[in-house]
């Protein structure tokens, strides 16, 4: 056995460890402008302009859920009225299963190009797809190119759906406070729940208005077109609102960095730098634990969300014979008390924890989903009413601190295009074919129990999967600065940064001396951490990351600004 040369060991001790007798620098210090200071005015177009396009986006998926029966009878005609129920469904299902290639595709292109522009591309398929749902040629026009069609045109809103969510909530989180980003991200999702509640009222008002007017089959001749047509003025104004919205700060911020490092001469950051921007496959290689993490409570969050909102309509009409009028009539309050108490959960979540609202979400659906349904089975009115109450519990604690938690496991260069991925390919897998698994395994075991079980199960996940998940209550996103509601606020966050467990200005793109950035990177002790070789010969970026230990590269020369909005 041959000596190893001790020269070459001591080098690759020196490598791996910072130079003995070097004293761990101090942190850089946080300045006063480089604190975000969140305005009032620009916080609140730029999240009613992502919230109005988010209503809009899920207002489709609400009229569709209540009309699967209907549909199923317009565009499948098999013989077997349960199968074209599974087929009708299965067009839902067929929306969710392309917007993992929605999300590879728009979410790195939000990291790229902005989020706000792949915001405005999404709103505009969105509303052209569901406009042209509504002038489609049936099954007795065309046969079984119909269903074709229809399926197509699925499809399509699936793949603007896939970068929609993901970049709306990358948005809000970049465009919210620190302490208030529970808050204000949930905002997002009473967008989306709203638009499901819309989605239910344009389905019952059309019924009862045609029903009553042009007599009983007019809904089934045409009058099912009018709440998809009218996509057509909805959309109209939530283009209007995404045209208005301005670009996060946090994207700017890392825009800069990258055009700054490239006018000084500095190298590209590696690909395992969180500054650096990544493909698909770059974000699962350096970002697969926040990758599960996060598919594991998307799929908690959404088994539990499209049963009460696209499955329940379905289900109280085959296994209760409610048509889509009741069945509106059944869920819209329950909608409409789920919109007004995720906001108070998402607060709750600033005050509490993410992770706290998240094992209460768990803990709820495992107690409450089994007495839920016994409820619904006693097949009164007011039975399902309280049972659609009880089911919201659950449901508003899994998403209202979602739009704020998610987001934060992903760092800025990478952020919509992970986001991009974790959610779709979870909501997809399993939040989208909740309609059709649920109803395929009652009708495969008689037990019309099944969805409770199915959703309970993932709940279980997401409740394991949020123990290994990072607090992100109060803290920056990582990969950005502080963001603050006021100038004092800046100031004083600024005066007591030493004392404050929350922040760590290691992490933060904030420019220092070379010979400083020379000693952090040796002192973090991660190959490719810490920060960047100096950028032209005066300045080099920071490091970047959530953790001490994190692989990050910060903002090169200029990247220091006054970052207000």
């Not at 709440?227 to 946090?250: D, H, K, Q, S, Y």
């Not at 399993?430 to 037990?447: A, D, K, M, R, V």
């Not at 502080?482 to 933060?508: D, F, I, K």
């Amino acid at each position: 056995m041959s000596t190893p040369d001790p020269s070459t060991a001591a080098a690759a001790a020196s490598a791996r460890r910072p130079r003995r007798g070097r004293r761990t620098p101090r942190p850089p210090r946080l300045e006063v402008d480089d604190v975000l200071v969140v305005r009032g005015r620009g916080m609140r177009t730029a999240i009613g302009g992502t919230v109005v396009g988010n209503v809009m986006e899920w207002f489709d998926f609400g009229v569709y859920g209540y009309m699967a029966l209907m549909l199923s009878q317009l565009f499948f005609q098999t013989g077997d009225e349960g199968l074209d129920l599974i087929l009708s469904l299965l067009a839902f299902a067929v929306s969710f299963l392309v917007r993992p290639l929605g999300g590879l595709v728009l979410g790195p292109l939000g990291d790229k190009l902005g989020r706000q522009k792949v915001l405005f591309f999404t709103m505009a398929m969105m509303a052209i797809a569901t406009a042209l749902i509504g002038v489609l040629p049936t099954y007795a026009d065309i046969g079984v190119w119909a269903a074709f069609l229809l399926y197509a045109l699925k499809m399509i809103q699936g793949f603007s759906t896939g970068g929609e969510y993901a970049g709306a909530t990358t948005y809000v989180s970049e465009f919210s406070p620190d302490s208030k980003r529970g808050f204000y991200s949930s905002l997002l999702d009473v967008g989306s729940y709203f638009g499901f509640a819309m989605g239910a009222g344009a389905v019952a008002l059309t019924h009862l208005v045609t029903s009553n007017v042009w007599g009983p089959d007019a809904m089934l001749d045409w009058g099912w077109r009018v709440p998809f047509l009218l996509a057509i003025p909805l959309g109209a104004v939530a283009i209007w609102f995404r045209a208005r919205i301005p670009e996060t700060p946090a994207f700017e911020a890392t825009e800069a960095e990258q055009q700054a490092e490239q006018a000084g001469g500095a190298a590209e950051h590696a690909e395992g730098s969180l500054h650096a921007r990544k493909g698909a496959a770059g974000i699962v290689r350096h970002h697969w634990r926040e990758l599960l993490i996060a598919i594991a409570i998307v799929a908690g969050t959404n088994t539990a969300g499209y049963a009460l909102t696209s499955y329940m309509p379905t289900y109280l009409g085959s296994q209760f014979g409610y048509d889509e009028m009741a069945s509106a009539a059944a869920t819209i309050p329950a909608l409409l008390v789920l919109c007004v108490m995720i906001p108070f959960v998402g607060k709750g979540s600033d005050m509490f924890g993410r992770r706290a609202m998240y094992f209460a979400a768990a803990g709820s659906a495992l107690v409450l989903l089994l007495p839920a349904f016994w409820l619904m089975h006693q097949s009164s009115f007011v039975a399902i009413q309280l049972a659609m109450f009880i089911v919201a519990i659950p449901v508003a604690l899994f998403i209202g601190p979602s739009a704020s938690a998610l987001p934060a496991l992903f760092p800025t260069a990478a952020r919509y295009g992970a986001m991009g991925i974790a959610y779709n390919v979870s909501v997809s897998l399993f939040g989208g074919t909740t309609p059709l698994i649920s109803q395929t395994l009652i009708e495969l075991t008689g037990n019309s129990y099944m969805p409770a079980l199915w959703i309970m199960a993932f709940a279980a996940l997401a409740g394991i999967a949020v123990i290994f998940m990072r607090e992100s209550a109060n803290r920056p996103l990582l990969g950005s600065f502080p963001a603050v509601e006021s100038e004092e606020e800046a100031r004083e966050l600024v005066a007591t940064q030493e004392q404050n467990p929350l922040l760590n200005t290691s992490e933060m793109p904030i420019v220092v001396p070379g010979q400083l950035a020379r000693e952090v990177e040796d002192a973090l002790d991660v190959p490719g951490a810490g920060l960047p070789p100096e950028v032209g010969s005066a300045n080099a970026g920071s490091a970047d990351g959530e953790d001490p230990d994190t692989e990050g590269a910060g903002a090169g020369e200029g990247a220091r600004r006054t970052p207000t909005a």
